[in-house]
C-alpha cells in the first residue's frame, strides 16, 4: 500500500484529505504548517482528527510563518476561529517533534517510498529542500494542492492571480516548483470544479465531517455562490487514487514572489525568448487542467 505523509494546515477540506487519504492509503504521518490557522492551532487539529477516528498517526509541528513574505491573517472567516468549523472543544496539545526533521528523515530513510501530499503553504517542503536536496531525488511523488492556471475561468482565490496556499508563502512554493522533485499540481482549475453539496455530504454519514463542514459550507454558498463547497485539498488523494479521471499538461512552473501579482503560478506559454530563461533547465511538472467532475465525487463519497 502507498505510504503517504500529509502536510497541512489544517482547516475544514484538509480534514476531507486526511480521513480520504487515510481510508485509502497508508497516511504514516501528518506535518502542520501555518496557514488556514497558525500552526499550533493546526498541530492540535491533527492531533484531533487522529483521536476521533482513533488512528495512531504521528504529528510534526513545521513552520511557523512564510520563508520571507509578511505573514497574512489565518482564514477563519472561511473555515471557523478553530479552523474546523466551530463545533468541537479540542483537548489536545499544540507540542510535537519537528516536521521538517521528520520529512527528511522519513524520505532519506525510505527512498522512493514515500508520497508526500502538501494541501498548506509549501514553507515546510522548501526547508526541507533547502536543508536536504536529494530529497528531491528520493521523494516517490509530491502532490501539491496549489497553484491557479486560469483553465474554467479559475484564476485565483486570494487575489485576481494567487490560490491561497500559494499567495501565503510564494517564496516557498516557487523554491519547491523550481526543484527537480517529481510533483503533480492539482490546481483550483480542478479543485474548484468539484463541490459537494450538504446532502452529498450527508450521505457519508461521518458524523465529524458533517459537523466540521457546515461553516465552510455557509460560506462556499453565500459568500462565492457556490451550489456546495469545493473540497480542493481531497482532490490531491483522488489524483493518486484514479489519475485517469484529471486531465494533465507537462510544463515547468514558476511563481511570481512579488507585487501585484504575488503568489500567480506561471508556465511558458509562448515562444518568446527572454521571457523563456526563467523556466531554463526547469524540469517540467503535471498540472491537472481538467477533472471529471462526477467520477471523483463518486469515489470520494464512496470511500468516506
Ligand atoms: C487551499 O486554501 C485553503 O484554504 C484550503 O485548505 C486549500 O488548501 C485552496 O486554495
Ligand atoms: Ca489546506
Do not use: W
Request: proline fraction near 6%; hydrophobic fraction near 40%; charge should be negative.
Amino acid at each position: 500500500m502507498r505510504k503517504i505523509i500529509i502536510d497541512t494546515d489544517i482547516g475544514v477540506d484538509d480534514a476531507f484529505a486526511l480521513r480520504y487519504g487515510s481510508l485509502l492509503f497508508d497516511l504514516i504521518g501528518i506535518t502542520t504548517v501555518d496557514g488556514n490557522v497558525p500552526v499550533d492551532m493546526a498541530t492540535k487539529n491533527a492531533k484531533f482528527f487522529c483521536k476521533i477516528y482513533d488512528k495512531n498517526i504521528r504529528v510534526y509541528k513545521g513552520a511557523t510563518r512564510p520563508l520571507t513574505a509578511t505573514p497574512t491573517p489565518p482564514s477563519f472567516d472561511i473555515h471557523g476561529s478553530d479552523g474546523l468549523g466551530q463545533v468541537y472543544d479540542n483537548p489536545c496539545s499544540p507540542n510535537a517533534g519537528n516536521a521538517v526533521n521528520y520529512l527528511i528523515e522519513t524520505v532519506k530513510n525510505h527512498p522512493n517510498e514515500i508520497t508526500v501530499v502538501a494541501v498548506g503553504p509549501l514553507t515546510n517542503i522548501a526547508i526541507a529542500l533547502n536543508l536536504y536536496p536529494q530529497f528531491a531525488e528520493q521523494v516517490k511523488e509530491l502532490i501539491i494542492m496549489g497553484g491557479a492556471f486560469g483553465h474554467h475561468g479559475h484564476t485565483g482565490n486570494m487575489s485576481n492571480f494567487a490560490e491561497f496556499n500559494v499567495f501565503k508563502d510564494p517564496d516557498a512554493a516557487d523554491l519547491v516548483l523550481s526543484s527537480p522533485a517529481p510533483i503533480t499540481i492539482v490546481p483550483l482549475d480542478v479543485t474548484n470544479e468539484v463541490q459537494i453539496t450538504a446532502e452529498e455530504i450527508q450521505s457519508t454519514h461521518d458524523e465529524f465531517l458533517i459537523n466540521i463542514s457546515k461553516f465552510y459550507l455557509d460560506f462556499s454558498i453565500k459568500q462565492k455562490g457556490f451550489n456546495g463547497m469545493a473540497v480542493h485539498d481531497a482532490l490531491t488523494i483522488a489524483y493518486l487514487n484514479n489519475p485517469d479521471n484529471f486531465k494533465v499538461i507537462e510544463k515547468p512552473c514558476r511563481v511570481i514572489t512579488k507585487g501585484i501579482a504575488a503568489g500567480q503560478t506561471v508556465i511558458p506559454i509562448s515562444n518568446a525568448r527572454s521571457s523563456n530563461d526563467c523556466f531554463k533547465g526547469l524540469k517540467s511538472h503535471k498540472i491537472c487542467i481538467d477533472v471529471n467532475v462526477s467520477a471523483v465525487k463518486q469515489e470520494l463519497l464512496k470511500a468516506l
